[in-house]
T-cell receptor, first 113, second 118 residues
């Protein structure tokens, strides 16, 4: 089955700096890679996702890149703000069907004002 | 966007009692729902896949007789923690993907239920 590794487990950055979180996956058949943000005590919220037919996707300050050959994908947050502080999870799975996503262990991001 | 709700949002129960958690898809039909457990500062661990009208599929290491799952309709799945013990205290989150054939394929999460067993 799929296995997702995520690094780093914790990340502290100064406000305004960029943050990068990296994930690798094991199943080359996976074709859907979302990123979730979870604030304390709340549900995970999708912030951006990418499908395997795309190498990069950007939404304002957030971007995700995918390298299918190497089986890794990354989340990039630019111009970080204190409200970006949260736990971020990467996941891998399939675009369609009833199979659940497999999540990484999460990265606790702290943005220091 | 699609909405998944859970009830209750938090519950405290005594050791040995059973607790039922409901997960509803409010504006779409979900043939499949997923139940996750999350311990403090840890990741989302898939417990089981709930299939409407059939038996749930449990992940390795999850006791199916302890965590009873029922998916009686296209909008409701329930998780019952039977004979709860303090080590069952956790954050339980349900999730659903839209029915195959729809455009959206995002996996939506419920708000979670915090269970504390005393």
């Amino acid at each position: 089955g799929e296995n997702v590794e995520q690094h780093p487990s914790t990340l502290s950055v100064q406000e305004g700096d960029s943050a990068v979180i990296k994930c690798t996956y094991s199943d080359s058949a996976s074709n859907y890679f979302p990123w979730y943000k979870q604030e304390l005590g709340k549900r995970p919220q999708l912030i951006i996702d990418i499908r395997s037919n795309v190498g990069e996707k950007k939404d304002q300050r957030i971007a995700v890149t995918l390298n299918k050959t190497a089986k890794h994908f990354s989340l990039h947050i630019t111009e970080t703000q204190p409200e970006d502080s949260a736990v971020y999870f990467c996941a891998a799975g399939f675009v369609s069907g009833n199979t659940p996503l497999v999540f990484g262990k999460g990265t606790r991001l702290s943005v220091i004002a | 966007g699609a909405v998944v709700s859970q009830h209750p949002s938090w519950v405290i129960c005594k050791s040995g009692t059973s607790v039922k958690i409901e997960c509803r898809s409010l504006d779409f039909q979900a043939t499949t729902m997923f139940w996750y457990r999350q311990f403090p500062k840890q990741s989302l661990m898939l417990m089981a896949t709930s299939n409407e009208g059939s038996k749930a599929t449990y992940e390795q290491g999850v006791e199916k007789d302890k965590f009873l799952i029922n998916h009686a309709s296209l909008t409701l799945s329930t998780l019952t923690v039977t004979s709860a013990h303090p080590e069952d205290s956790s954050f339980y989150i349900c999730s659903a993907r839209l029915q195959p054939g729809q455009y959206l394929y995002e996996q939506y999460f419920g708000p979670g239920t915090r269970l504390t067993v005393t």
